[in-house]
């Protein structure tokens, strides 16, 4: 298995902040692993919101998490500060791949490295949808190169 580098911030489009808790650290003293999934979930859902691309409650088409990994460059540890980077690796007829890295208080390389993948559904049938023209557009603003 090929272990991926840290990643540096300049390889991400959208970034937001969210903080390390004293309840995230487990008994070894740093911030459990299954933490850093939730801040993948943060920040991909919290971009579909801030761009009108998600209504959780009444939207007509859901991202399900069909896949999700993370590679762990370094530990982070309460009261540091977390940044998500966010870019889309590969946009499909009714999926996309995000890319997720997040930094630890200033530093420009990821202490942690993720990818999520949303697939699309009908929120009532929960079968497969393309992705809206809107999401499309928005997703390709933010894709790597």
């Known amino acids: 298995m090929t272990r991926t580098r840290p990643r540096p911030r300049s390889d991400f489009h959208w970034f937001c902040q969210?903080?390390?808790q004293w309840k995230d650290i487990d008994i070894y003293g740093h911030v459990n692993n299954a933490v850093h999934y939730t801040w993948f979930d943060t920040a991909v859902n919290g971009w579909l919101i801030d761009r009108?691309?998600?209504d959780p409650v009444r939207g007509d088409a859901v991202g399900l998490v069909v896949r999700?990994?993370?590679?762990?460059?370094?530990?982070?540890?309460?009261?540091?500060?977390?940044?998500?980077?966010?870019?889309?690796?590969?946009?499909?007829?009714?999926?996309?791949?995000?890319?997720?890295?997040?930094?630890?208080n200033d530093r420009d390389q990821s202490f942690a490295h993720g990818t999520f993948v949303h697939a699309?559904?009908?929120?009532?049938?929960?079968?497969?949808?393309?992705?809206?023209d809107e999401l499309r557009h928005a997703v390709h603003q933010i894709q790597e190169p």
């Open 52 to 54: 009108g691309l998600l």
């Open 120 to 132: 699309y559904v009908d929120r009532v049938t929960r079968r497969p949808v393309s992705l809206s």
């Open 18 to 20: 969210v903080n390390t």
């Open 68 to 104: 999700t990994s993370c590679e762990y460059f370094d530990e982070v540890v309460f009261p540091d500060l977390v940044t998500c980077g966010l870019c889309v690796s590969r946009v499909g007829t009714t999926s996309v791949t995000y890319e997720i890295s997040l930094f630890r």
